[in-house]
């Protein structure tokens, strides 16, 4: 029964973007038209639902981190105008602060980077059976 299938794939879809849209379980369930404790269910029990329902919340998640990222110039230039511009010391402080922080982050993360890739090069050249 063919369109059986299609029919909860459809509702199945319904149900995860009301997930990602809704902030309760019961909200998203009423959106998308399903019960409640169908919706749950399909949470707990159903592997590949849960695995489309990760998959949308993830693809949610990075379409954020670029419009965050996108945004980071002109953030960057916002503080760097206040740490040199502001009124305030406690402002110029604080948002110089800010700039001198993220950037120590952002050099780190640049070395992990590159410690884990000279790991990963040193492992790959490891000789098969020496790993353990």
């Known amino acids: 029964m063919a369109g059986h299938g299609e029919k909860k794939q459809r509702r199945q879809e319904l149900a995860i973007a009301a997930l990602i849209a809704e902030a309760t379980i019961l909200a998203a369930a009423a959106k998308a038209k399903v019960g409640e404790r169908t919706l749950r ?3 707990t029990e159903d592997a590949a639902f849960v695995k489309a329902y990760r998959k949308a919340r993830r693809a949610v998640f990075e379409e954020s981190i670029a419009l965050a990222q996108r945004a980071a110039t002109g953030v960057v230039g916002t503080l760097l ?6 009124a305030k010391d406690s402002d110029r402080v604080r948002a110089g602060k800010v700039l001198l922080d993220h950037g120590g982050k952002g050099v780190e993360l640049l070395d992990l980077e590159t410690r884990l890739a000279d790991l990963e090069a040193a492992r790959a050249e490891w000789p098969k059976g020496e790993d353990s």
Not at 81 to 86: I, S, Y
């Open 41 to 43: 269910r399909w949470l």
């Open 81 to 86: 105008e206040v740490a040199t511009r502001g």
